[in-house]
């Protein structure tokens, strides 16, 4: 049975990392990772697909190594025992480069792409539904690690949309969200602000939006818009030389009444990274900040696939953008 809404996700998870898999692989599930990696810490890095938190049974083993010119070893690991190994001889990642890494579950392999292409295609060796359990471990930084369930493009009521990803990597001299990573130098950066995009297919109960990025240390304010043609649906707009964070929505050009009160401290910071998950559901949208509930803002655009396009600007750089 397709599920009917997506795993929130893990943000800038510490690695080695291990979290569950709600509901378990289900076909179509699609597990999206975005991180950069390391120099250091090793020449590989892993991501284990298992049943529970034991390392006994891995249903897929995806290992990058950095050695003899780079290759990825795929494997399933039985009662503590490894099968034959299938050897990529060819490297996607470059060690210090940010990366896109997708896992596709389909009903006879794990399709696997990289920065956007297809890598390799690995059958099924153990039947997938007994895994619940994600691991990684080895020379890698994470910065997301998402999960599109299939209920989003299999179930009739649910739009066909895509997901849009958007990764950057920090300029010499400026604040990185994680200070042990070194910086990158990116010529043409991918973010001109402010920044806009589309959201695929527009709002629907179950769609969310990751906007992940790093606070500049004199920054006033910043605003992230989910606009409906020329009126601002959604307006978050953290202000830190009032310390809040305001919500409103524009219309004909005419703001509402703002929206102020916050149940905990103000969860922005100046000179820190953050990641904002909006969540949309049927009444409202849910906005989560670094992982922990902040706010609820009651819908007041009624027609939500109306919502198609993402603005943000203001006194941020941005790393990570999803719709």
């Known amino acids: 049975m397709a599920l009917s809404s997506s795993q929130p996700p893990y943000l800038n998870p510490i690695i080695p990392f291990s979290g569950k898999i709600q509901g378990g692989l289900q076909d179509g599930l699609k597990i999206t990772l975005t991180g950069t990696v390391l120099y250091y810490n090793g020449t590989r890095f892993a991501v284990n697909f298992h049943s529970g938190p034991s390392d006994n049974d891995i249903a897929f083993h995806f290992n990058p190594r950095f050695e003899e010119g780079g290759y990825v070893v795929c494997n399933t690991k039985q009662n503590g025992c490894w099968g034959p190994e299938d ?134 304010r910043f605003h992230i818009n989910l606009r409906c043609g020329n009126d601002i649906a959604f307006h978050l707009n953290p202000r830190f030389n009032e310390n809040t964070v305001v919500r409103n929505t524009q219309v004909n050009g005419s703001w509402g009444s703002e929206e102020r009160s916050l149940p905990r401290k103000m969860p922005f910071v100046r000179g820190q990274s953050f990641s904002v998950w909006i969540m949309c559901e049927g009444h409202c949208l849910k906005v989560s900040v670094d992982g922990q509930h902040l706010l609820e803002y009651c819908h007041r655009l009624k027609n939500l696939p109306a919502i198609n396009s993402l603005e943000v600007a203001g006194d941020i750089q941005l790393t990570h953008v999803q719709t």
């Open 87 to 220: 050897r990529k001889m060819h490297m996607p990642f470059q060690m210090g480069n940010p990366f896109e890494l997708c896992f596709l579950v389909d009903s006879y392999n794990f399709k696997v792409t990289v920065n956007g292409s297809h890598f390799v295609q690995y059958p099924h060796r153990v039947p997938f539904h007994h895994v619940d359990t994600l691991s990684i471990s080895g020379a890698v930084h994470l910065s997301y690690i998402g999960f599109q369930s299939p209920g989003i493009w299999q179930a009739n009521t649910a739009p066909i949309t895509q997901t849009v990803i958007h990764t950057m990597q920090s300029a010499p001299g400026q604040m990185f969200p994680n200070p042990v990573i070194p910086p990158m130098a990116y010529p043409n950066p991918t973010y001109s602000m402010p920044f806009f995009t589309s959201i695929p297919g527009g709002l629907y109960p179950s769609k969310s939006i990751i906007v992940s990025g790093t606070v500049l240390p004199s920054a006033q």
